[in-house]
């Protein structure tokens, strides 16, 4: 069977709430192999909540449908404080990317909490902004960024990643609406063990599964790269 941009392979599936240090409490979604522990885990940071970005963004989605079976791979996806999905919605409301840094740690206390091995912060859009500005925990072993604007997100902040240490990797799509490639190698250069990778022909949005499997493949090379490439069929 050709894996298609509506596959869902088997994974075990857990409702999950999160609580932030602020008191309020998020929903989400941690999908684990169907066999076997992980070998790391996805901590998802989804798009802007204030532009449609939701725990089921579609890459996000697409990953939790894929990546526990075909990689061995934990999907943690939750709904930043006011967001709302299928899954329900958080409460509070959207914070411009700042009350949001307690909702990155309750996810990462979460993954610690649970023994959830190995987490990376897997940030699209506003999502990567709270990486980088937020991501800063011991527990994390690196960030992979998807379409990063880098408009929140501030030299200072990348500097801040420089003096971290962990892996960075930016996805950076040719036709993205706010960062393109040269110009992301630019602003990234601050980082040195940061890795640009630019996506011909792809966009912000990375719709098309030929994009999906892109981005998915890049993932799984760093977090569990046995499991490179990803089979296109099961």
């Known amino acids: 069977m050709e894996i298609r941009a509506s596959t869902v392979l088997p994974a075990v599936r857990q409702d999950i709430e999160l609580h932030t240090a ?29 532009a449609e970005g939701m725990m089921d963004s579609h890459v ?43 909702d990155v740690a309750a996810a990462l206390e979460y993954t610690e909490f649970h023994d959830l091995p ?8 506003f999502g990567t902004e709270l990486a980088l500005k937020w991501g800063h925990d011991p527990l994390v072993q690196g960030a992979i960024l998807l379409s990063p604007p880098l408009r929140r997100a501030t030299d200072e902040d990348l500097d801040a990643w420089a003096a971290f240490g962990r ?5 950076v799509p ?21 890795e640009v990778v630019a996506v011909d022909n792809a966009k912000h949005l990375w719709v098309g599964e030929p994009y999906v499997r892109i981005v998915l ?18």
Not at 22 to 47: N, S
Not at 65 to 79: C, E, K
Not at 118 to 125: A, I, V
């Open 22 to 50: 602020d008191g309020l409490t998020l929903v989400g979604e941690l999908a684990l192999p169907p066999e076997g522990k992980p070998v790391a885990t996805l901590v998802c940071l989804h798009p802007l909540p204030t």
């Open 60 to 102: 996000l989605r697409k990953a939790a449908n894929r990546l526990p079976a075909l990689a061995g791979v934990a999907v943690l996806r939750f709904n930043t404080r006011g967001t709302e999905s299928a899954r329900g919605r958080s409460e509070g409301a959207f914070e411009e990317g700042e009350g949001e840094r307690f």
């Open 118 to 125: 190995n987490p990376w912060l897997l940030g699209w859009s």
């Open 167 to 171: 892996p960075l990797v930016a996805l």
């Open 174 to 194: 040719e036709h993205d609406d706010f960062l393109r490639p040269q110009e992301a190698r630019e602003r990234f250069s601050r980082v040195p063990q940061a």
């Open 217 to 234: 493949n890049e993932i799984v090379e760093r977090v569990n790269p046995a499991a490179h490439p990803l089979p296109t069929d099961v």
